[in-house]
């Protein structure tokens, strides 16, 4: 009997960690309207930064799109942090040959999150946008994301990154359709209450509620973490729109989310206050069924193919859902083998694969986490291997 119900609780927990938070979140989305921020009497000082590891392909360009961008130009500067890179990166930041262009070496590859730590606090601007060396924004992307600091409650402002398109790989197109539907979710719980987590590719903050963080946190989920525990909230802003690569495969991909879940089961662990719904209000349970239900995903799937074993005896129903496991399961690992051996594989083996990975990804992220494992530094996917 105990065994039965855990099924179907189990059943009912994936169902709600996959469809139904998603399916609510958006219900009760629709049903709040989406407010205009107020206007701003006049555009802040703002501060790009830019972490940079060993970006000589991507720099010069990234640079060029920034000093394009529509902001007031006596109130915008950007810094680049080279996290000791051995590349030319230095080099063309260095001549770039523009007044609003500085660099900051940090020695001893020490990782983003430390960069950020020791750079920011010394800025004078009050606004700060946090993006990575390959994120390319629109001529807007600024102006629409500073605008909602015109409300005195707004912490964060999380931009929209959309993948490119063109030429992607099978990796790349599991990524970008997963990404379509998180910026729908980041939409709607962006109205509800705040937008969990920040993007490192656009995400905008009010510089004097930053706080330093550990080396080994993720600057862009610990860092909006801290500013809703400061009592702000977080906007997502879909028009402020910039444009990355995907992974080119799926081991680079797969190695990023254990990286990120790593990082992150840390950084909430940390700041775990947030999780506290009279400290923080709804947006608890928004981490809580977004983040925290979702690393686990893993672990009740585990659970559920588990007890599902036990109960193969008991009634045909639990033989069909056992089936569906298995066939599920098979196909995966059939899109393992193909990915493998020829590099690609088709969506009816290469998505139940992706779905399969990224929650094993999880689960060893957070065993990672317990075995005292840290990640501090980074490639970017277009070096990872």
């Given at each position: 009997m105990i065994l039965k119900w855990l099924f179907w609780f189990l059943f009912l927990l994936l169902g709600y960690i996959y469809v139904g938070y998603p399916l609510f979140s958006m219900i009760l989305g629709r049903l709040v309207r989406s407010e205009k921020p107020p206007r701003l009497s006049e555009w802040p000082s703002l501060t790009m930064v830019i972490s940079a590891y060993n970006e000589e392909t991507v720099i010069r360009e990234k640079l060029a799109n920034s000093i394009a961008l529509d902001y007031p130009r006596d109130k915008f500067q950007m810094v680049v942090?080279?996290?000791?890179?051995?590349?030319?990166?230095?080099?063309?930041?260095?001549?770039?040959g523009d007044e609003r262009v500085r660099l900051i070496r940090v020695e001893g590859r020490r990782g983003k999150t430390h960069g950020i730590s020791a750079v920011v606090p010394a800025l004078t601007s009050e606004i700060?946008?946090?993006?990575?060396?390959?994120?390319?924004?629109?001529?807007?992307?600024?102006?629409?994301?500073?605008?909602?600091?015109?409300?005195?409650?707004?912490?964060?402002?999380?931009?929209?990154?959309?993948?490119?398109?063109?030429?992607?790989?099978?990796?790349?197109?599991?990524?970008?359709?997963?990404?379509?539907?998180?910026?729908?979710?980041?939409?709607?719980?962006?109205?509800?209450?705040?937008?969990?987590?920040?993007?490192?590719?656009?995400?905008?903050i009010r510089r004097a509620l930053f706080l330093e963080m550990d080396d080994d946190d993720i600057n862009d989920f610990v860092n909006p973490l801290q500013i809703i525990i400061q009592g702000y909230r977080g906007v997502f802003e879909p028009a402020a729109i910039c444009y990355e690569h995907t992974a080119d495969s799926f081991d680079k991909e797969i190695g990023?989310?254990?990286?990120?879940?790593?990082?992150?089961?840390?950084?909430?662990?940390?700041?775990?206050?947030?999780?506290?719904?009279?400290?923080?209000?709804?947006?608890?349970?928004?981490?809580?069924?977004?983040?925290?239900?979702?690393?686990?995903?893993?672990?009740?799937?585990?659970?559920?193919?588990i007890v599902n074993l036990f109960l193969w005896p008991v009634h045909w129903s639990y033989q069909l859902f056992l089936a569906a496991q298995v066939v599920f399961y098979l196909l995966a690992l059939g899109g393992w083998l193909m990915i493998r051996f020829t590099g690609t594989a088709p969506f009816l083996?290469?998505?139940?694969?992706?779905?399969?990975?990224?929650?094993?990804?999880?689960?060893?992220?957070?065993?990672?986490?317990?075995?005292?494992?840290?990640?501090t530094t980074w490639q970017t996917i277009r070096e990872a291997s």
């Open positions: 942090i080279s996290d000791a890179s051995d590349d030319r990166t230095d080099e063309i930041v260095k001549n770039y700060v946008v946090f993006s990575d060396a390959n994120a390319i924004y629109k001529e807007d992307a600024l102006l629409k994301l500073v605008a909602h600091f015109a409300d005195e409650k707004v912490g964060y402002v999380v931009g929209n990154a959309q993948y490119y398109k063109e030429e992607q790989s099978n990796a790349g197109e599991h990524e970008s359709a997963y990404w379509d539907m998180e910026v729908r979710l980041k939409m709607y719980e962006s109205r509800l209450s705040s937008v969990v987590g920040g993007d490192g590719a656009i995400y905008a990023r989310k254990r990286r990120i879940v790593n990082r992150s089961w840390r950084g909430l662990m940390k700041n775990k206050s947030v999780l506290n719904p009279l400290k923080t209000g709804f947006h608890a349970f928004q981490v809580f069924s977004h983040k925290m239900l979702r690393w686990l995903g893993g672990v009740f799937l585990l659970a559920f193919f083996f290469s998505t139940p694969y992706y779905f399969t990975a990224v929650n094993i990804a999880s689960i060893l992220g957070i065993i990672d986490n317990y075995l005292g494992k840290k990640y």
